[in-house]
């Protein structure tokens, strides 16, 4: 198994489409790239620890690639918005791919410099090596599945989901 970590927004957005994807094992929605330790929602919504939602995404590479990932990613999110996706405005809200290796580091760089100008104009993707990640409390977990019917949910995610599994047949469920 080998990690990816990215924050593309609400990490409860993000989540959800990611454990739909073949050969992801596990995501856990969590908190890092911030200054504060063990910081809770509350202090990570407040906007002063500097950390970024973000989902700890375990997978198997000989099933997905992190290219994949970073495609699955990328559609789920406006790249171009600074510390804002949607009706979320924070910078706990960026957009940021935390690498766990040079490999990692090169390959999110190479496919940043692909997309833009062809697909996007000023992306803001944060790329920033993966240094402590704080899992978020235990109601985050699973939040979609443990809340579809919660305002945010129903409003949010159905969209990207339909986005993913119609953009990656095959690869998204």
Not at 4 to 23: H, L, N
Not at 33 to 61: I, K, N
Not at 96 to 123: C, K, N, P, S, T
Not at 126 to 151: C, G, I, K
Request: some cysteine; charged content about 30%; proline content about 6%.
């Amino acid at each position: 198994m080998e990690e990816a970590t990215f924050a593309g927004g609400c990490f409860w957005c993000i989540e959800a489409p990611f454990k739909r994807v073949d050969g992801v094992e596990s995501v856990t929605s969590g908190y890092i790239g911030g200054d504060t330790e063990d910081p809770t929602y509350d202090e990570v919504c407040s906007g002063t620890t500097g950390h970024a939602e973000a989902v700890r995404v375990e997978y198997d590479p000989d099933t997905v690639t992190y290219r994949e990932l970073l495609e699955v990613l990328f559609a789920l999110h406006d790249p171009t918005t600074r510390d804002r996706e949607g009706p979320d405005v924070g910078s706990q809200y960026r957009s940021a791919v935390f690498y766990h290796d040079e490999e990692q580091r090169e390959e999110v760089e190479a496919y940043i410099d692909e997309l833009e100008g062809d697909v996007y104009d000023g992306i803001v993707t944060e790329v920033a090596p993966a240094e402590r990640f704080y899992v978020a409390e235990e109601y985050h977990q699973d939040y979609y599945e443990s809340n579809p019917d919660q305002p945010y949910c129903r409003a949010h995610i159905p969209p990207k989901l339909q986005k993913v599994t119609e953009r990656f047949p095959g690869l998204v469920t």
